[in-house]
């Protein structure tokens, strides 16, 4: 099996060669695209797909999928766990600006982990996928059905933008997890340096409060793009030799979805950890609103 580095370095050399140069409406930039690739990540024995021909800021990813579990849905709570990213969505992205369900500055609104942890149902009550899942993984019965989604059509205006990575998919076999993760679009240069690490985490964190092994991440990539102005700058990332994957360690005090919910903190050294990660210096690239 490949390395995740080396299937994102595939798929950046691919669009670079390949890509076809489209105009996007929402943010106004060329887009160098492709469509479709599936990557592949096996987690069992704790290997973690940074990259390594730039710096990864791989703790603000955690934090973001951190607070997309917590149902977060205003910029500052993400930045108090240490994640930067929500706010150029939630205070500077046009449409949003304009819409009348944003509630004040720095909200994103009823989008990601506010669907996670509460989809209203017709009665007006509260659907929480996150708990569902954990009880039905922690009940141990064969089950097709663990599937959690963060794209609700019926409330998509009132979001600063439609999730990415939307649906994350659960499978149980012979007591090791899997994970089967969807995303309709991807920044490559920078979110999908985010969401490959992400879609780990999110395995580990979920098995070990289920008690199960990690097993295999099958990552479903649909549009790939590089922004235009992102294009001369990975043209130097892929030139650049990659080093050895590093390796996840998530402290064993962690237990519950309660945990999880209430005092981890992933910029905390004693329960998050990173071995090994040797990287090329950071690549500052432009970020498109
Ligand atoms: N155009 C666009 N691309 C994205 O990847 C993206 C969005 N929009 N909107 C929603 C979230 C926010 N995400 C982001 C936002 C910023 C960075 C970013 O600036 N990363 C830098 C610096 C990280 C740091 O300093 O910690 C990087 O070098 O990775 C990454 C992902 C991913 N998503
Ligand atoms: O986790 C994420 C979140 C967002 N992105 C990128 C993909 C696109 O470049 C933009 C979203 O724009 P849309 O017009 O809504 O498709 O954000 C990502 O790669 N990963």
């Not at 099996?1 to 105009?23: D, F, N, P, S």
């Not at 607070?67 to 992205?93: K, P």
């Not at 235009?228 to 050895?244: A, F, G």
């Amino acid at each position: 099996m490949k390395t995740a580095e080396q299937q994102y370095l595939a798929l950046c050399r691919r669009i670079l060669e390949e890509g076809v140069l489209i105009k996007n409406q929402r943010t106004n930039k060329g887009c160098l695209t492709v469509i479709n690739a599936d990557f592949e990540y096996d987690a069992s024995g704790g290997g973690f797909p940074l990259v390594t021909t730039r710096k990864a800021f791989w703790r603000n990813a955690v934090a973001e999928m951190i607070g997309y579990l917590r149902g977060y849905d205003n910029a500052n709570q993400f930045a108090s766990i240490g994640c930067n990213t929500w706010f150029a969505n939630a205070n500077e992205t046009p449409a949003w600006l304009d819409n009348p369900h944003r509630k004040g500055k720095d909200d994103i609104g009823r989008a990601y982990g506010v669907q996670l942890r509460n989809w209203r149902n017709p009665e007006g009550g509260k659907v929480d996928q996150l708990h569902k899942v954990v009880d039905a993984l922690k009940a141990g019965y064969d089950n097709r059905r663990l599937i959690m989604t963060f794209h609700n059509p019926g409330e998509l205006d009132r979001a600063a933008l439609d999730a990415c990575m939307h649906t994350h998919h659960f499978s149980v076999l012979e007591g090791t997890l899997y994970l089967t993760s969807y995303q309709r679009s991807i920044d490559v240069p920078l979110g999908l340096v985010f969401n490959m690490p992400q879609t780990v985490f999110l395995l580990r964190i979920i098995a070990q409060i289920s008690g199960l092994k990690p097993g295999k991440v099958f990552h479903k990539l649909v549009n790939c793009h590089i922004y235009d102005n992102q294009i001369e700058l990975m043209r130097e990332q892929v030139e650049r030799v990659p080093l050895e994957q590093p390796t996840l360690h998530i402290s064993d005090r962690i237990k519950t979805l309660n945990d999880l919910e209430t005092w981890v903190d992933p910029q905390d050294p004693e329960q998050f950890w990173v071995e090994g990660y040797e990287h090329h210096p950071a690549i500052k690239y432009p970020f498109a609103c």
